[in-house]
């Protein structure tokens, strides 16, 4: 512990973990504001670079399933947020929530920190735990492991979280302005009681100076007790849209309406299911202790209405901050890197592109920056769609997943089924592939300009491939690299001309194409 923060507050070190993620990366600044130095532990600290708030915060690469690797972040922290889980990662993740809680505990209880904030989920009253969801049985799970642990913890157990971003609001609203006539399973009569992300920061900032006493679990939850089918009926009324018909269907179970909600909204399968299986039963707020150490403030916690209104206004306005997809998906590639001329991967293929653009870098470069999401992909939107279909068919993202922002990309942001792997802003642009395929994928996008000033836009796609299935599936695609890569190059190119005519920048001497497999 430090010197005093704002208006005589303590100022402590807190670690947070899970910083890429969706909460995480929001309480990052909202820690900062309080007056609280934060050091963020993190698998690829790269991810973070670009977030506004980088400059301010101290980062170390470790994995909380490591447990030198969290002793080592440990060191003088006054209070540790854990929030991760490994929700997806396959059917061994209850097993690997259990081992990372207990590594994170232990090395907490050996490096003296004073507290353990961790945020949880809100689990129904009188149900025995072995009929909960795989994901609110292992959240119980874990939340009880610190409770059990000597460091004084904090459990927050939330519901519905609504914000800008969040998978549970993302789900609510497309399911909402994509079907005006609604077959829903019987889990949207089921109550629940959401909660906005602004109140979910606001309560685990106020955890970090809690009574060195308190330790115990805390029920967090919105005014508003709501069924699922009434939030989508107040969505609605928010959104200024027609009156929604919703008829419940019985035979849905939660298998088939995962894959309903993963097929209308961006939510992939593998992440509605343990939402939807997490409606099964009422969650509902037993009590509101937490008042009693962060009080409530006029008008918070916010409604359901304002938290939607706060969060619509965000997305109009193309201010979020980080979505549901902000995380990695657990089981994506991570090395080896596409690194030349030094990779050392086994095969690796290519398809390059290179092109002369009728237009300043800085034109291009826009375009670059701009791709995916409602802009396209620049060729052949059947094909990219196509691809999108099958890879939701096989449980993958597929492309609804969009963008985060509209012109503006950082490291680790999601785009479509692809990851901004690394971006140096005005020249490079790599995209890591997130579709479900027989090995590792990356596109890299560069504007260049040559020794005469002419402006070049050069475009690898590189595919690593995993056994027979990988070289196979190459081969089997290449056929249509000239029209989908060689038409990317070409619109891209193009489209960069053009924005460089609206805005009368100079033009270029016309451009020429070279294409290269290996």
Not at 387 to 394: A, C, I, N, P, Q
Request: net charge neutral.
């Amino acid at each position: 512990m430090t010197t005093d923060g704002p208006n005589g507050t303590p100022r402590l070190r807190c670690l947070v973990t899970g910083a890429s993620g969706y909460i995480g990366g929001r309480l990052v600044p909202e820690l900062l504001a309080a007056g609280h130095q934060v050091l963020c532990l993190a698998r690829s600290p790269d991810k973070l670079r670009d977030h506004p708030w980088a400059g301010e915060v101290e980062t170390v690469r470790g994995d909380v399933t490591d447990a030198d690797s969290v002793a080592a972040a440990m060191r003088d922290v006054d209070v540790a947020y854990y929030l991760v889980h490994a929700l997806g990662s396959g059917s061994g993740f209850e097993d690997t929530d259990r081992r990372a809680a207990r590594v994170f505990a232990e090395q907490a209880r050996a490096a003296g920190v004073s507290r353990i904030v961790y945020l949880g989920g809100l689990t129904p009253a009188n149900v025995p735990e072995r009929e909960l969801s795989p994901h609110l049985r292992s959240r119980a799970e874990v939340g009880r492991i610190f409770l059990d642990s000597p460091v004084p913890a904090a459990v927050l157990r939330a519901a519905v979280v609504i914000g800008s971003g969040s998978a549970s609001f993302e789900m609510l609203r497309y399911l909402t302005e994509r079907l005006p006539v609604m077959v829903t399973p019987s889990w949207v009569h089921t109550r629940t009681q959401p909660i906005g992300v602004r109140d979910v920061l606001r309560y685990l900032v106020g955890c970090a100076t809690l009574p060195d006493d308190v330790d115990r679990a805390f029920d967090i939850g919105g005014p508003d007790v709501l069924t699922y089918r009434e939030m989508m009926c107040r969505y609605a009324a928010v959104a200024g849209l027609p009156r929604r018909l919703i008829v419940p269907v019985p035979v849905l179970t939660p298998s088939l309406s995962s894959h309903w909600v993963g097929l209308v909204t961006p939510v992939p399968a593998s992440l509605a299911r343990p939402l939807t299986e997490s409606l099964r039963h009422e969650v509902v707020c037993r009590e509101h202790d937490i008042a009693r150490y962060v009080p409530d403030l006029p008008g918070r916690p916010l409604s359901f209405d304002d938290a939607l209104r706060l969060a619509l206004r965000r997305v109009r306005e193309a201010q979020v901050a980080t979505r549901w997809s902000s995380a990695a998906l657990p089981g994506a590639p991570s090395d080896p890197l596409p690194t030349d001329p030094d990779w050392a991967g086994g095969s690796l293929y290519k398809d390059e592109r290179e092109r002369t653009v009728e237009a300043p870098r800085e034109s291009l470069w826009k375009v670059i920056e701009g791709i995916g999401g409602d802009n396209g992909w620049y060729s052949f939107p059947l094909a990219w769609a196509v691809r999108g279909w099958l890879d939701r068919f096989v449980g993958g993202v597929g492309l609804r997943r969009g963008r985060r922002d509209a012109e503006r990309l950082r490291v680790g942001d999601s785009l479509d089924f692809w990851r901004v792997e690394e971006i140096e802003p005005g020249h490079l642009l790599r995209l890591r592939a997130e579709m479900r395929l027989p090995g590792l994928a990356w596109l890299e996008m560069r504007a260049e300009t040559d020794d005469k000033g002419g402006t070049h836009y050069r475009q690898r796609a590189l595919f690593h491939p995993r056994g027979l299935l990988g070289h196979t599936y190459w081969w089997a695609v290449s056929p249509f690299h000239a029209v989908v890569f060689g038409g990317m190059a070409r619109n891209i190119t193009q489209a960069a001309a053009r924005r460089s005519s609206a805005t009368g920048d100079r033009i270029r001497e016309p451009h020429h194409e070279r294409s290269v497999r290996q």
